[in-house]
């Protein structure tokens, strides 16, 4: 009787029907029979419908106006906003004062012993190295702004998001709750936090600290979730045994068990919040970024270098230190830790006192090497030899016009000269078959809400960047991943560069495209990738040395070539890191290509500059909306379900 009943379901479902994919293709293919020509006959035309177009300008004129007149008068602003703005100027000042204070060898003394006893004398070096080379580029002010701004950001963006983070470790129901806040936050590009905060704060510190918060406080809300709900059940059991209360298992248990993510959390906070402390320079945040962005805005390579690597240094110092604390967490302490401690402090101390009494507070004049002529004049010559007329190869110039010819027009044009329905349809198809119907229903709805705002196409300009940079990303990623995977040797010299590429701010990577390429969309493309590039890399060699070596020695043993053990066994098995990959690729990709506006990337991030300089709400904050749900369709069309299920739990 069952192999009768497994004949039969032979029968009537051929193999190839069997398969979810298959079978959801045809779905689509049913509906798309259907509904196709009924939207074609009703709205022929590619461009998207005015009749379906909500016109949100009078509204927020009008909201921002509003904003503009009452925020010296209303309660809200008198009571509770000024108070936030003044509490973050004042905590600012006295963290940058205190480090004035100290001294430039104070400051390098007390960062440089820390590191010490934290992460080892390597990273103390490295640390002392840092700091020293930002005075010797004259860069010591700025970068005392930039860090006093981060203290601050820092320090309330970890309460705020610890504070989260427990809430959703503890309850099941504010999990479910923060879980999708979290991923849509994960997604929005650093660029759409700037204007709602400016609206209401205006220019300057307080709205660069503000948004700085709400960019750094997801991965901390995240990962302390994620500590606090992965404890060990049998220890937990444990001390609940001994009669112990919630608060009690909560200090002694959960907390201690979560250590390891906490700090985790506390790493990504602190890079996520160097990173947007620099963008946050375009809304009068000053120190490093101010000075990276004035330098870009007048093409002044030399300048933006100069300011650039004190903020690479800071960023690879910071992540640095974090790292190699968390690593050496759960390590037996030294028998005389604090005795080191104390010597530590006295010898921090005793240097900014020397410095105080010698009164060289600040930075020499002298001992300042300027970088900026001589850069500038390797900009020129790389103008004069490389940008055009180099024999064969043509100039990078040449490079960047032929791939904006050949590439990034066409497929502008192809986007915008399709019927917007079958974009929908695209991308509804793209979301189901890699996820589920609830996947294609979020991807489409947030695709349809760019139209409605009336950006579609601005949108899909932005989007043909997207893809050109992705494409551009994945096939030079999955080949370096590649390389990396099969070869210690390759690993060990990517690593180096993987590591610097993956600490910059996404601002820095601006500097050396505008350097090569000149302003436009083919610079904005070229950062975005080389942005992406570091994590894509990572990601795809991860997910390849960790297949089974067990299903690797079969193929050997079969007589399975390199070639066909790659193809046949690695990248199969290694799917879920490569879809990961792929999506990481085009969540990264989307930041910088918004902020390629400020180096004439156009589209949608150039309406959110242009409504950041000009105060134009209307134009500012429909352009950070469509940049939402743009990287919201692109999370879930290039989002695996297994990790979507799991991710944050």
Not at 334 to 359: D, M, T
């Amino acid at each position: 009787m069952a192999a009768l009943t497994a004949t039969v379901r032979d029968t009537a479902a051929p193999g190839v029907f069997r398969r979810p994919a298959v079978r959801k293709l045809g779905v689509l293919l049913l509906l798309a029979a259907l509904v196709v020509p009924f939207v074609a006959g009703r709205w022929g035309s590619g461009a998207w419908p005015g009749a379906l177009t909500v016109d949100l300008s009078g509204p927020l004129g009008t909201a921002s106006d509003w904003i503009v007149d009452n925020r010296d008068s209303h309660p809200l602003f008198l009571y509770f906003l000024g108070h936030v703005s003044n509490a973050v100027v004042i905590a600012v000042r006295a963290v940058y004062l205190a480090l004035l204070a100290v001294g430039w060898a104070g400051v390098t003394a007390v960062a440089s012993l820390t590191a010490w006893r934290v992460a080892g004398i390597r990273q103390a070096l490295g640390t002392a190295a840092a700091f020293l080379a930002c005075g010797l580029l004259g860069m010591w002010v700025p970068t005392m702004q930039t860090l006093a701004l981060m203290v601050v950001a820092v320090a309330a963006s970890v309460v705020a998001g610890a504070l989260l983070g427990l809430a959703a470790g503890l309850s099941d129901r504010m999990h479910r709750a923060l879980r999708p806040v979290l991923d849509t936050m994960q997604v929005l590009p650093a660029f759409a936090y700037l204007l709602p905060v400016v609206l209401v704060f205006g220019i300057g510190v307080p709205a660069a600290v503000l948004a700085t918060v709400v960019y750094a406080a997801p991965p901390m809300a995240r990962l302390t979730a994620l500590g606090l709900r992965g404890a060990d059940k049998e220890v937990l059991e444990a001390v609940e045994s001994l009669g112990t209360t919630a608060r009690q298992r909560l200090l002694t248990a959960r907390i201690p068990l979560a250590r390891k993510e906490l700090l985790l959390g506390l790493n990504q906070t602190i890079m996520m919040a160097l990173s947007m402390a620099v963008i946050a320079s375009v809304i009068g945040a000053g120190g490093l970024g101010d000075r990276v962005y004035q330098a870009l805005a007048s093409v002044d390579v030399g300048a933006a270098l100069a300011a650039g690597i004190p903020i690479v240094l800071l960023a690879v110092v910071l992540d640095r230190v974090t790292g190699a604390a968390g690593a050496r967490l759960g390590d037996a302490p030294a028998p005389n830790s604090r005795a080191l401690w104390a010597y530590a402090l006295l010898g921090a101390v005793v240097v900014a006192a020397a410095g105080r009494l010698a009164g060289r507070l600040e930075w020499p004049e002298s001992w300042v090497v300027g970088i900026a002529e001589p850069v500038n004049r390797a900009v020129d010559w790389m103008t004069a030899h490389l940008y055009s007329g180099v024999p064969v190869v043509g100039g990078t110039a040449d490079w960047a016009g032929r791939f904006t010819t050949w590439v990034l027009d066409p497929l502008r044009d192809g986007l915008q000269w399709l019927p917007w329905w079958s974009v929908l349809l695209v991308v509804a198809a793209l979301a189901w078959l890699i996820g589920t119907w609830r996947t294609a229903l979020t991807a489409v709805l947030a695709m349809a809400a760019i139209g409605v705002l009336g950006v579609w196409g601005p949108s899909l300009d932005t989007l043909s960047q997207v893809l050109a940079a992705v494409a551009v990303t994945l096939v030079t990623g999955f080949a370096a991943g590649i390389a990396a995977a099969r070869s210690d040797r390759v690993e060990r010299l990517l690593r180096p560069v993987l590591d610097v590429f993956q600490t910059m701010p996404q601002f820095v990577y601006l500097i050396p495209v505008v350097a090569l390429f000149g302003v436009g969309r083919a610079p904005a493309v070229a950062a975005a990738v080389v942005y992406a590039l570091p994590a894509v890399v990572r990601i795809t060699a991860q997910g390849l040395r960790q297949v089974d070596p067990a299903a690797l020695e079969s193929a050997r043993s079969l007589g399975a070539t390199g070639a066909q053990q790659l193809r046949q066994v690695q990248l199969p098995l290694a799917r879920p890191a490569l879809l990961l990959a792929v999506n990481q690729g085009v969540v990264l990709v989307l930041a910088v290509v918004i902020i390629g506006g400020l180096v004439g990337g156009g589209a949608l991030g150039y309406d959110v500059v242009f409504g950041l300089a000009q105060g134009d709400l209307a134009t500012g904050l429909v352009a950070g909306a469509a940049i939402v749900c743009l990287g919201l369709m692109l999370d879930r069309v290039t989002q695996p379900t297994g990790r979507r299920a799991t991710k944050g739990a």
